[in-house]
């Protein structure tokens, strides 16, 4: 093998070449985490035949320029496949490889490049798709914790302090409920000019629907306990590739290197190994037209087709406390731990279903839907879904939040989407629905005013009616147990 460092436009740039003469196809990992981070992975890659081809993104780390999250990536991308195709070891075949922001910098270059610069494959991994699906849900909600620790350790800085939100939140617990947001960067002691731009950008939805005009192949890769698993989905289900693959497992944003509390040893994969066997079929054309893949079932220790889905199921559920509570967001309900307090006027209606006669395989979209009342402008509707088993314990397993604006004190019908579930709930195990005004920190707090949550200085209390005859819990549940499949053969085939 042969490793050497080159200019790409300037940029730094690693190459790692297998052994032999080649040519050889290409892999290319685009990345603003720092290259030197990726060695092993480039090692891997020469030593099953592939050319590894790492560069860090403008502005970062051994690259010059200025850093603009998410700016020049078609365009640096573009400069850096013209260069891999016109160098004596590439036989022109190139796949754009990543996970989260890399994956983003793979995703352009497939939809937005031009075509000569377009990869033959391309394997996006927990892709952060732009800026405004990771800054907001899709109901419009401001993503808070995630977006202030990923601008405090990468924002507008050439390096990375992978600690700074976790060292600033030590120093001041309550860092992030000063108002404004927008003068978080002050409060961390250092320029962040991009922060406040984060949260006025329109274009979300951009690559999912020019992924209805893909050409090459996809792998998308998430987890089920993922900030960005919806968007994951999304981005399957929309490629217009001749072959597009979706792999969920039941694993946090790291992936396998953060497994969620339902994984099993059936769900320990070799994702570099998979990667390569794919990648290899891919440039080949062995795989099969259409969309395939596999989803880990949590907590079954077994993967099932990516197409299963359970059927739509109505669960009742009975009110424990709280059809009248207060929505105050300088007492906001926690989105980091699940005590419900037991004394005190009630800040979430709390409700529960019985439990479960049966084992439960729940495998698709959870909804809430119900009637409730706001006295304020404007008010957010957290729904939380908690697994309660037998043994006592507590699981977060969906949360969902949306935005809405009725007339003070008129009652609206409306439903709360939950995100996905691939989870086995085990028998006797009961489901605890809390209903609230806030999901703090994960999601900025509604001050209730009207006013922008990044921008507003002023927050007011919001009395809240649920009617809980009204609440109806939708779980996808499967009708019967489901036959195991084997997800490297989903992927490969």
Known sequence: MTAFSTAVGELATDVRLPAGDGPFPAVLLRTPYDRARHEAEARGWARRGFAAVVQDVRGRFASPGEWHPYAYETADGTAAVRW??????????????????????????ALDAPGDARPDAVIAAVPALGPAETAREASGVERLLSRAGWW???GDRRDSDERALDKALAQDPGLLAHLPLTALPERLGRALPSWAGLWRRPDRGHLVARAAHA????????????????ETVALWHAW??????????????????????DAGPAHR?????????????????????????????????????AGAEGEPRAHRTHLVHGAAFTADPARPVRSDH???????????????TPPSPRPLDLVGPVSVRLRATAHTLSADWAAR???????GTAERLAVGVVRRAEPVGREAAFTVGLGRLAR??????????EIAGHHFPAHARNPHTGDDPITAEQLLVSRREVDPDSVVLNLPVLPSRPAPTDPAEEILR
Do not use: K
Not at 215 to 230: I, K, M, N, Q
Not at 385 to 391: R, T
């Open 338 to 352: 699940l005590t419900v307090p037991a004394d005190g006027p009630p800040d979430r209606c709390l409700l529960v």
């Open 152 to 154: 405090a350790a990468h």
């Open 240 to 261: 217009g590739g001749s072959s597009a693959r979706l792999l969920l497992g039941p694993w946090g944003h790291p992936l396998t290197a953060a497994p969620g509390p």
């Open 84 to 109: 891999i195709r016109q160098q004596p070891w590439s036989d022109g075949r190139l796949v754009a490889a990543g996970a989260s922001y890399a994956a983003h910098c793979a995703l352009v270059l």
């Open 424 to 433: 086995r709930l085990r028998t006797g195990t009961r489901l605890r629905l």
């Open 215 to 230: 050409g090459p192949p996809l792998l998308a890769v998430g987890g089920h306990h993922d900030h960005f698993t919806e």
């Open 269 to 305: 994969l070799n994702l570099g190994e998979l990667y390569v066997r794919w990648a290899r079929r891919a440039l080949t054309g062995d795989l099969a037209p259409g969309h395939h893949g596999a989803l880990a079932l949590g907590g079954a220790d077994l993967w099932l087709p």
């Open 385 to 391: 879904l908690v697994a309660l088993p037998p043994d």
